[in-house]
């Protein structure tokens, strides 16, 4: 199980291709995101925790933050990656269809999630937090979600 007992804030973020056959309205944007995560990484400092990405039709982006101030103050600054990629999908989007963005924050209280993890890599929570082995009264959901 992964352990946190710091809020946190989980943010899924991704895209849906709406035209496949249109290969020029969304193949110049695939990059983007990866680029950013490579800026995140690179820079700790801004709060960011770790994540992992799905590729398909729909791309999804789980991400971990260390607080919301974090994911705003990256979203809002124009001297990283993220604002100026933003303007120019809404520019090139205003009257297009072809590619969907979307997103969902929630901010994580101690408590209020919990996790476990078999046979697997190091993922989502238990990429970013302490792992720990269940015994005892962490068998159970509940168990964990009130150990943090």
């Given amino acids: 199980m992964a352990e946190n007992s710091d809020p946190f804030v989980l943010f899924l973020i991704g895209m849906r291709i709406n035209a496949l056959w249109k290969p020029w309205t969304w193949v110049p944007v ?46 809002r600054a124009g001297d990283h990656l993220h604002l100026p990629a933003w303007r120019k999908f809404n520019r090139l989007s205003a009257a297009e269809t072809d590619l969907g963005v979307w997103h969902e924050t929630y901010e994580i209280k101690p408590g209020n999630w919990e996790s476990i993890y078999v046979n697997m890599l190091p993922f989502g929570a238990g990429k970013v937090f302490a792992a720990s082995r269940i015994a005892g009264h962490k068998e159970r959901a509940r168990g964990r979600r009130d150990s943090l």
């Fill in 30 to 75: 695939l990059p983007t995101m990866p680029a950013m995560i490579r800026e995140l990484a690179r820079q700790p400092e801004l709060g960011y925790l770790g994540g992992d990405v799905w590729l398909g039709r729909t791309i999804i982006c789980v991400q971990n933050w260390k607080d919301f101030d974090s994911l705003e103050a990256y979203a």
